[in-house]
């Protein structure tokens, strides 16, 4: 193999095809005969692959070793479309979210019904609890909980449209937005007026909600912000930008919520 490209611009490349390719990571492992936390190593630069991976990869993708491994690879050349190992939904991406407004609404309920008694659930916490609630869901089961997007912010990501929605439920009566001090600073809180409707969450769904209350709601907002400057979602993101749910498949511990483990990787 070519010593000149570095573990990192191979994983990068193979990412880069990948996405061109519409197939998540776990879809892309299971045709090359490998468990996910493995190829997602790769496409991290932390893993190297073999010649006999590589060719199963180019199969896949459709692309040619030569091309991959010269200095003009750009990932949208070469690609074999009738290759008959292509996504059987090319048009659909998993980690593409879609907001459901309902559901959005009614875990920002749930969370702000868990959390009524806590003076230091302002703004910036309740930011975290919803982005980690979402991120570690899907991390789990490969599916969006609300479907929100979140931006790479200067104090942490933080969903897109939330003021939009949260307006919309202050109009509505399910929502107080209350102006406070909390320890000298400035507090923007919320008090929930109506409770969330149970039946739009699923079991596991109320779960991973029910987890991250469980360990985050007591976190100041300095604390909080600064634990998910460490998630690698936050990391590899670039300032300003949607941060990617994908990348939640690059977490290790304690971020990490699955256990790769018991990915057996395919003989």
């Known amino acids: ?29 299971k045709r090359i005969k490998m468990s996910r936390s493995s190829f997602a190593q790769i496409e991290l630069g932390n893993r190297c692959v073999d010649i006999l991976e590589l060719q199963r990869l180019s199969m896949v993708l459709g692309f040619s070793l030569d091309h991959f491994m010269s200095e003009n690879f750009a990932a949208g050349q070469e690609l074999d479309t009738d290759n008959e190992m292509k996504s059987e939904n090319p048009a659909e991406r998993i980690s593409v979210p879609k907001l459901q407004v309902d559901k959005f609404k009614n875990v920002l309920l749930y969370i702000l019904e868990r959390c009524a008694g806590k003076p230091n659930v ?18 789990l089961y490969e599916e969006h909980l609300t479907g929100a997007s979140y ?3 200067p104090f942490g990501p933080v969903p897109q449209k ?11 009566g399910q929502l107080q937005r209350v102006k406070t001090e909390y320890f000298g600073l400035p507090q923007t809180r919320y008090l929930p007026l109506k409770k969330a409707n149970l039946t739009e969450l699923k079991a596991s769904e109320k779960e991973v909600i029910d987890r991250v209350i469980e360990q985050m709601s007591d976190w100041s907002a300095a604390a909080i912000s600064n634990y998910s400057h460490k998630d690698i979602p936050w990391l590899a993101s670039k300032e300003g930008d949607e941060i990617d749910y994908e990348l939640a498949f690059y977490r290790e511990a304690p971020f990490s919520v699955r256990n790769y483990g018991n990915e057996i990787e395919a003989q």
């Not at 390719?21 to 776990?26: I, P």
């Not at 302002?122 to 991390?139: A, I, M, P, Q, R």
């Not at 939330?162 to 509505?172: D, G, R, Y």
């Open 1 to 29: 193999m070519n010593q000149d490209l570095s573990q990192g611009q191979i994983g990068r490349r193979i990412s880069e095809l990948r996405k061109t390719k519409n197939l998540s990571q776990a879809d892309l492992a």
């Open 122 to 139: 302002g703004e910036t916490v309740l930011n975290k609890l919803l982005y980690f609630s979402d991120f570690n869901y899907y991390e």
């Open 151 to 153: 931006r790479k912010l």
């Open 162 to 172: 939330l003021e939009i929605i949260i307006k919309q439920m202050v109009e509505n």
